[in-house]
């Protein structure tokens, strides 16, 4: 899961989500769903800001996409906060084409 901040328009989500998922098919990995859930309010300010727009993408992989996902949200001022979890009994993930 990613919160990206409020401000950005959909084309800029739209080039955020693209280059996320590139990280993880460039380094073998297979992006499953991705559902946005929108604009939704913080439950505490972060950055300043009390709204964030969150991404939640279900992808499998190996610890070298773990790696560069971390690097990348967070050194991405856009990204207000992110947070990846795995899951020890994941369903199949299928390639949305």
Known sequence: MYILVPTLDESAIKEKKSRF????TSRGGTVGTVN???KRKLAY???????GYYIVS???GNNDILDELN???R?????IR???VIDDN???VKAEE
């Open 75 to 79: 050194f991405d001022d856009q990204v």
């Open 82 to 84: 992110h947070m990846i």
């Open 45 to 51: 300010p972060i950055k300043k800001f009390q709204e």
């Open 71 to 73: 690097r990348v949200f």
């Open 90 to 92: 994941p369903e199949p």
């Open 36 to 38: 946005e859930w929108g």
């Open 58 to 60: 279900k992808f499998t």
């Open 21 to 24: 998922d590139e990280i993880v």
